[in-house]
T-cell receptor, first 111, second 117 residues
């Protein structure tokens, strides 16, 4: 099976940097993804890491270390609109490519 | 990019009735769609994997007779909550991936907030 652990909540001020860690245990690893979800909305895809290293997409970056079963999402130059829940997820290629999500990290950005 | 349309966005129904939720891939064919349920301030829990032309695969603990899934075409999957009860009140979200896309991301519908009274 799959399990993913991430912190439940993080609070930071505008302009700050936030790092959300994710550790995972999977029976078959096929990349780590990150999704953002605002309250009442649908999750939107942010980033994907299939190989070790850093992927940068604007203010957001994601890192993966497969040997450590660990990844993180880095939010830079925080803006109020970044207040949302962030989920890491792994894909199980052996089970119809279903996504399993971590518990989610609520990020609260304060002025 | 890939778009998944989900309807209705919000529904209130009486206990004992059934509710159907539709999920359509608008600009791509989705042989597989996924149905999730999300309770307030919790994560997305996969309920079932919907496969076009075949039976859905349900996750452990999900009652297949209560949550009926039909995937009759390459662009439409439906979830029917039968004999709904207040504990079925939740946010239901569908998802699919455009296999042609270079992105590894999955696209989600806008979700259906079900309230059973």
């Amino acid at each position: 099976g799959q399990s993913l652990e991430q912190p439940s909540e993080v609070t930071a001020v505008e302009g700050a940097i936030v790092q959300i860690n994710c550790t995972y245990q999977t029976s078959g690893f096929y990349g780590l993804s990150w999704y953002q979800q605002h309250d009442g909305g649908a999750p939107t895809f942010l980033s994907y890491n299939g190989l070790d290293g850093l992927e940068e997409t604007g203010r957001f970056s994601s890192f993966l270390s497969r040997s450590d079963s660990y990844g993180y999402l880095l939010l830079q130059e925080l803006q109020m609109k970044d207040s949302a829940s962030y989920f890491c997820a792994v894909r199980d290629q052996a089970a119809g490519n279903k996504l399993t999500f971590g518990g989610g990290t609520r990020v609260l950005v304060k002025p | 990019g890939a778009v998944v349309s989900q309807h209705p966005s919000r529904v209130i129904c009486k206990s004992g009735t059934s509710v159907k939720i539709e999920c359509r891939s608008l600009d791509f064919q989705a042989t597989t769609m996924f149905w999730y349920r999300q309770f307030p301030k919790q994560s997305l829990m996969l309920m079932a994997t919907s496969n076009e032309g075949s039976k859905a695969t349900y996750e452990q603990g999900v009652e297949k007779d209560k949550f009926l899934i039909n995937h009759a075409s390459l662009t439409l999957s439906t979830l029917t909550v039968t004999s709904a009860h207040p504990e079925d009140s939740s946010f239901y979200i569908c998802s699919a991936r455009d296999g042609r896309a270079l992105s590894y991301g999955y696209t989600f519908g806008s979700g259906t907030r079900l309230t059973v009274v």
